[in-house]
């Protein structure tokens, strides 16, 4: 099927910045649109920031001017480049892929697919 698989979370200090890559791979068809979505304790999981296949881009209030997502459609990856964090920011953080899939001898559309996440803490 698909796999989804996010890197480069980790502890950084309020105001730093870090960079976080999503990579897809498996029986992939075309792969709609790419994001990134975030669940702090005890809260649901939220947006954070969406990229399509046409490069169009959908960011949350709170990151918009901090966090910026790309990606590059040829090795079916999509980066957050997250700068001034801040507390608040903390949280577990979720790759999102919406894509056309091969299914045996047809292409199966409209499916969703999560990576297991990547913990992001914004402390002094």
């Known amino acids: 099927q698909v796999q989804v698989v996010e890197t480069g979370g980790g502890l950084v200090q309020p105001g730093g910045s870090l960079r976080l890559s999503c990579a897809a791979s498996?029986?992939?068809?075309?792969?709609?649109?790419m994001g990134w979505y975030r669940q702090a304790p005890g809260a649901q999981r939220e947006l954070v920031a969406t990229?399509?296949?046409?490069?169009?881009?959908n960011y949350a209030d709170s990151v918009k001017d901090r966090f910026t997502i790309s990606r590059d459609s040829t090795k079916r990856t999509a980066d957050l480049q997250m700068n001034s964090l801040k507390p608040e920011d903390t949280g577990v953080y979720y790759c999102?892929?919406?894509?056309?899939?091969?299914?045996?001898?047809?292409?199966?559309?409209?499916?969703?697919?999560w990576g297991r996440g990547t913990q992001v803490t914004v402390s002094s």
């Open positions: 498996g029986s992939i068809f075309m792969i709609n649109s």
């Open positions: 999102n892929v919406q894509a056309s899939i091969y299914s045996g001898d047809y292409v199966r559309r409209g499916n969703n697919y």
């Open positions: 990229i399509t296949s046409g490069g169009t881009t």
